[in-house]
């Protein structure tokens, strides 16, 4: 589900104006639903209820302390890729003893500090992490808890960019090693075995890769539990989301209609294609959504700063740009845009660029936009995950705020940066 919608006329996060958000907090603005985080976490635990499981929320793709928090209350583990990622987590509430840690370049410090913290599994992705996993759980006098993330070489039919389980991504151990190296793994004093774990890609959109990388894996998981005990099998995240959004009850008949063509992937379709081919296994299973769980529950609010129109297009420049929101150029990926006041004109096509000096700095390109004009609001819908979590001060420009809305009432969750911040730390030589 999502929680943006028209209402006479204005564009409403849940039951709060966009608009007022906007003018009382300023833009770039991310503005995050607590109802739709709430609905996705409660629908997917659902439908995985058959299995015995653990929603393990990948925390890369929305990493707010309130969004953090807000999972943690409903009992979601994390799926953290750094030190940091684990510190955000603690402070906002979640369990150590239900995070997993992921990642191919973990720190001797990361290991120390996760295995300190009391990691639930550190998720291994080489021979030679282990070893070192298995040396810092040593000094440490403990033995760490790990599994293997096994690259099932399987095609995602996702964009490259995020394609993580074929044999030439830099993800997981070749599916051909992972006996041998199971075996290794037990003579290691210093580590015990409680998992295997894979993660084939991201923005998935169609059931079949899941399956097939489920089908190709689960007897070697089966294989792996007969000699040495595992307690979970981790399936990775990569649930796709649907990008396009109904916002106005008056268009819900066509969207209902169109249901299929627009929800390539449901959340229905996953639970009934993966837990049968998992409920024999017997084990716990971990699920690491990110996308899924936050991706549409946010939007980037943005103001029209000028238009330009040139021989070849028309520009519609605003004050959010790639800094604030990089999927658009660094992996074409495709935002939803409507003005905050709603707009039955006739549209025409331009590209939506921010103030950055970069060609691949927009947001949009040959986009069928109503008329706009400075001053009026955009939202840059779906934009709740890789959105403020990749942002970065390029061209010097501060951090967005970020809200969260729950019914009628808006926290302002992560001020937004000053110039002082930014500078924060820097000194002249
Ligand atoms: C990024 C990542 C995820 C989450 O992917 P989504 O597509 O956002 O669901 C899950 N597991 C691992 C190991 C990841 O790196």
């Known amino acids: 589900m999502h929680s943006f919608h028209y209402h006479q006329g204005n564009l ?69 890729v750094s030190a940091g990622e684990l510190f955000r987590v603690i402070r906002a509430g979640g369990d150590p003893g239900r995070c997993t840690f992921a990642g191919v370049g973990k720190t001797a410090a990361e290991i120390r500090y996760a295995l300190e913290q009391g990691i639930y599994c550190i998720n291994a992705e080489s021979a030679a992490e282990l070893e070192r996993i298995n040396e810092v759980a040593g000094s440490l006098g403990l033995r760490a808890p790990v599994a293997v993330r096994v690259n099932p070489n399987v095609d995602a039919k996702t964009h490259a960019k995020i394609t993580t389980g074929k044999s030439e991504n830099k993800f997981g151990v070749d599916f051909e090693q992972i006996e041998a190296l199971y075996a290794h793994i037990a003579t290691l004093p210093n580590l015990r075995i409680r998992g295997v774990q894979m993660h084939i890609g991201s923005q998935l959109t169609s059931v079949e890769p899941f399956v097939e990388a489920v089908r190709k894996v689960a007897p070697l998981v089966a294989a792996l539990h007969a000699r040495h005990q595992l307690e979970f099998f981790s399936i990775g995240g990569g649930v796709g989301i649907n990008y396009r959004q109904c916002l106005d009850s008056a268009d819900a008949a066509w969207w209902e ?83 905050l ?44 995950a890789y959105g403020f979590s990749m942002a970065s001060n390029y061209n010097t420009r501060p951090l967005p705020a970020e809200v969260l809305v729950d019914g009628n009432k808006a926290s302002v969750v992560r001020q937004r940066q000053s110039l002082e911040d930014v500078l924060r730390g820097e000194s002249l030589a």
């Not at 299973?285 to 029209?304: D, H, K």
């Not at 060609?359 to 390109?365: F, I, R, S, V």
């Not at 400075?374 to 709740?384: I, M, R």
């Open 12 to 80: 409403l996060c849940e039951d709060v104006s966009l608009q007022a958000l906007a003018k009382e907090h300023g833009t770039p603005l991310y503005v995050y639903s607590k109802a739709t985080l709430v609905d996705h976490f409660t629908r997917l635990d659902q439908a995985l209820a058959p299995l015995d499981h653990l929603i393990c929320y990948a925390v890369k793709a929305n990493s707010n302390l309130a969004v953090l928090g807000t999972l943690a209350k409903l009992g979601s583990g994390f799926d953290i």
């Open 257 to 339: 209609a169109n249901a299929a063509a627009q929800h390539p992937l449901t959340l229905q379709a996953y639970a009934d294609a993966v837990v049968p081919l998992l409920k024999p296994l017997g084990l716990r299973i971990l699920c690491e959504p990110g996308r899924f769980m936050v991706g549409n529950a946010g939007a980037l609010i943005t103001e029209v700063l000028y238009e330009k129109s040139g021989k070849a297009k028309t520009f519609c420049i605003v004050d959010a740009g790639m800094n604030d929101l990089i999927r658009p150029t660094l992996y074409e990926g495709w935002h939803q845009i409507v003005p």
């Open 341 to 384: 006041a709603q707009s039955h004109e006739a549209t025409r096509p331009c590209d939506v660029v921010g103030p950055i000096c970069e060609t691949g700095d927009y947001l949009a390109q040959d986009r069928a936009l109503p008329p706009v004009k400075a001053g009026d609001f955009l939202a840059v819908l779906s934009a709740g």
